[in-house]
């Protein structure tokens, strides 16, 4: 789940609604599906207003580790024995983006390597949005 951080009110110019948004809304407000990309956008400097409006709220809060560990697992996720429940949940939550982030890219025929960032990645899907 995604949160509104900004204190400015705003509105996704992606969005024909054209919701508004203030701090502490739910994003987006009707739980329709959003790009990876589009998130990544709002929720770092990348966007118009060239600072994070948005944050990542993890469900995985309420898991125990040993269910977080399990997804992990299950994941195929190399992980460090000695880390702590919020580092595991973030590891999980960032391979499960990047995950997303290709899969947008592929479909969009972006060129990537592997030892790109999610950051670089989604800085090339957004460049070939605007072409």
Known sequence: MYEVISDDKWYDLQDETKHTYNKGDKFPF?????????????????NKKNKPLIKYTSPLKKSKKE??????????I???EDMKKEELISLYEEQCA??????EATDAEIDFTDEMSNREIVEKILEGQKK
């Open 30 to 46: 009707d739980d329709r599906e959003i790009k990876e990309s589009r998130l990544y956008e709002l929720a770092t400097d990348l």
């Open 78 to 80: 190399s992980y460090s």
């Open 67 to 76: 269910e977080i560990l399990a997804l992990i697992e299950e994941h195929g």
């Open 98 to 103: 990047r995950k997303r982030i290709l899969a």
